[in-house]
């Protein structure tokens, strides 16, 4: 089985508004394209460090 993880990323929009956007995935890159998909303004995203990887 696969394991889902949570993903956070710091959301800049094009409008200069920043959101904390958290996406539950098989990995970053899946999430990344979630986020491109659902939100169109976006103007940058930074990844937050994941709980999962906060324990490694």
Do not use: N
Not at 24 to 36: I, Q
Request: hydrophobic letters at 35%; charged letters at 30%.
């Amino acid at each position: 089985m696969t394991k889902l993880r949570e993903f956070s990323f710091l959301v800049l929009h094009t409008s200069g508004e920043e959101t904390i956007q958290t996406v539950v995935s098989t990995s970053k890159d899946l999430a990344k394209s979630a986020l491109y998909r659902w939100i169109t303004d976006i103007k940058s995203l930074q990844p937050l460090v994941s709980k999962d990887e906060e324990q490694r």
